[in-house]
């Protein structure tokens, strides 16, 4: 399926001569950059964009798509201080199917999409994908408002006093809408909704459901910061243990935001991240008091840092299963280098050869943690106790590390280290024994 | 879907009051219980049987389908030394949507029913599942044959001189099967095919083309042998490595024979396994050669039992996702304690501290084999090479230590180990880049 995108206005509280909305950064990517790679996780690769006001700003931002793995086609549509509508109508001779409609400046969930291009609609329906129970980010008042009934929009408007939804700008049209323009223009009013207005009182403007799936008008400063807010918060995993999310997922997040500036890509990140843990490492190795103090904050940072690769290329929407397994073994190589360090140098110290034997029992307890962990979700397609807040993750067991380098006491962070993790590997085997019997 | 089996007949070539064929036991199963379980595999939950002969014997083997996880219901066919259209015809006011027809004393592979039910059917066509290029297990001179043109049945029979397809005797029936065996048993011919022939003259007879999925019908005794051969065939995987290919599975299947006629479960034998490694183990611990000897020997019989547990669930039909996922954390705690083993006994003989390290690397390397793989697989969902005939997998890496420990070479075992297993991970790591890039 195409999309076509409008991205033609001005922007009403825009700067004079400033850059039109679509062309505002935010974290790593435009507006119009985001809409289009959301649209391609759904499967959507050819784009059509209504340009007017900095038309080439915008031609020359996005070229012909290359870039991000996609076909784009441009219109101008000269009028653009004109209403919308007369936009979306410069396309009628460039779509003869059904297509999906898309605003330049609107964040939204890409399984939005995915469920939409799944309806089938007659030759002369639409259907605009309405949002009921909106979150806080997004501002009522300046929204566009429809009031349903029956799965069909029965009035839209921004005056509405009586409704039961928010017009979230994103459309499954067939060409119908371009006839119904052209009556609604010719009436004398060129917005988009008039035209959605003809087909509502035809019962032909059906309601799409988002439910629970967010989107976002980004329509001046204060829904700029909105905006900003929610791709942040969207960053927090609700796997993310205790310690990930209280220490290091603020830290993260701030250092992916410098990140996002620069080219560096998230599976260089993860190298990083595994070089600090190597070094971590290598001061355990040497087992003195001071350096010790010093591999543990590397070991703490690596696991800081292990949290942007995700969260940059989540935000550039450029994340690829290759970067997740790279992500994965690089860690299980850091857990493993850490582990031996630690015993080293304690070993060197206090020749000591019990630390040999609770090292390798807490390198083993760590594997497990991970291997029980990744092959359930391999077998079983959903996630171990995604319910359990104080999981034992990775980084709980670094922090450990972090903590037991700064008091000096190795053997018994070890110690620790190989009870609780072996302890729970044993533990998923037997409890989910039950689950699945 | 329902599915209705026919298990009326004596069988042609059948001792007289002998057992009928569904009832014969086969690796775990009688026939009748592999086609239901087969056939559950795909979805399928209700069955309807017609018993002739033997009709005792068979509800009092299956009775309502509560030990097989399915609901069955029996007709019974007093006529049953007539053909077997009249069998079918019996069910006739128990069936009035579309449903499966399968014959009691035939092997088939689960996927057949899969995409057969995934065939939309007008109400007057039926569809016969064809072989065209059938394998050496099928005896084809005393197979139903088929000649078909534009996916239509044209002639079916056993004497057919022309014909390019062989019947499987698995049928997508629509009620208007009834009918047309009326028809031709009306004629005097009350076989199935005689009623199939009715409907290919009426063009309402489709193909559906099994490619090469197996199916064996098993006629008499030489085709019990070759269905026991045609099902040991299938539990060799491609993904066996060189040792499990030329050692260990020969020896399994031949234990899995025998606890086919226990009560033993897969998951009781992934025990044993793991226990067998633990003793292992227990013997390298202590360190010296006569008990390497015993542990290596131990080590390798691990290393065959822990074949047994995937044959015995998959001739029994009983796989579960749990038990895959218990089989393979007990092989990783295994082999983390063997290699424990190995250091802990070397090291108490030579008190030399770099077999630690050595080891160490080595449990690294064997995680990591395993994780890498498993990992890769749920993440790209198929499998890391496929093709590697000659992958370095568990069944090399135990063999190896079987090998070291019989020549008293712990220390260089470790090293190669680690320096292989380490290697292949890495190797993964880096090639994995480029194919995915």
């Known amino acids: 399926m195409k999309a076509l995108i409008l991205a033609a206005g001005q922007g009403r509280r825009q700067k004079e001569n400033g850059d039109s909305k679509p062309l505002i950064p935010l974290l790593g990517l435009s507006f119009i950059e985001r809409v289009i790679l ?44 004109k209403g919308n509508g007369v936009s979306v109508l410069k396309a009628k001779d460039y779509l003869h199917e059904p297509f999906i409609l898309l605003m330049a400046d609107h964040l939204f969930d890409d399984k939005i999409l995915f469920e939409l291009q799944e309806q089938t609609i007659e030759d002369d329906v639409c259907v605009l994908c309405v949002d009921k129970n909106h979150h806080k980010y997004l501002d009522v008042k300046d929204a566009t408002k429809v009031f349903m009934e029956d799965g069909q929009i029965k009035d839209i408007g921004k005056q509405l006093n009586n409704y039961n939804g928010i017009d979230t700008g994103i459309f499954l049209c067939t060409p119908v809408i371009f006839d119904t323009l052209e009556q609604s223009i010719d009436s004398g009013n060129d917005s988009l909704a008039a035209g959605m207005r003809i087909l ?34 969207r960053l927090r995993k ?179 280290l190989a009870i609780i993790s072996n302890f729970e590997s044993i533990r998923r085997l037997i409890m989910l024994k039950f689950r699945h019997a």
Chains 1, 2 share one sequence.
């Open 200 to 233: 509502a009182n035809r019962h032909k403007m059906k309601v799409f459901d988002i439910s629970n799936k967010y989107w976002l008008d980004v329509d001046d400063d204060s829904a700029l910061k909105n905006a900003k807010s929610l791709l942040i918060e």
């Open 238 to 416: 609700n796997t993310d243990g205790p310690i990930s999310r209280i220490l290091n997922r603020p830290i993260s997040i701030k250092i992916s935001e410098l990140l996002l500036k620069t080219k560096i890509t998230p599976n260089q990140i993860s190298l990083v991240s595994f070089i600090t843990s190597f070094f971590g490492a290598l001061f355990f190795y040497v087992g003195e008091y001071i350096f010790l103090i010093i591999g543990g904050i590397l070991v703490q940072l690596s696991s800081i840092i292990d949290g942007c690769d995700g969260e940059v290329a989540r935000l550039k929407l450029i994340q690829t299963r290759y970067g997740g397994w790279f992500d994965a073994v690089l860690d299980r190589y850091a857990d493993a280098i850490i582990i031996f360090g630690m015993i080293h140098g304690h070993w060197l110290l206090h020749n000591d050869i019990v630390i040999w034997t609770i090292g390798f029992a807490a390198l083993v307890g760590s594997f497990l943690n991970s291997y029980t962990a990744d092959k359930y979700d391999a077998i079983f397609k959903n996630r171990i106790e995604k319910t359990n807040k104080w999981r034992m993750g990775r980084d709980v067991r670094l922090f450990l590390i972090f903590l037991g380098a700064l008091s000096n006491q190795i053997l018994i962070t070890l110690a620790i």
């Open 38 to 81: 959301t649209a391609k996780k759904s499967g959507i690769k050819e784009f059509l964009i209504v340009t007017g006001y900095n038309a080439g700003k915008i031609r020359k931002h996005l070229r012909n798509g290359d870039k991000l793995g996609v076909e784009i086609d441009y219109i101008h549509n000269a009028e653009w201080r």
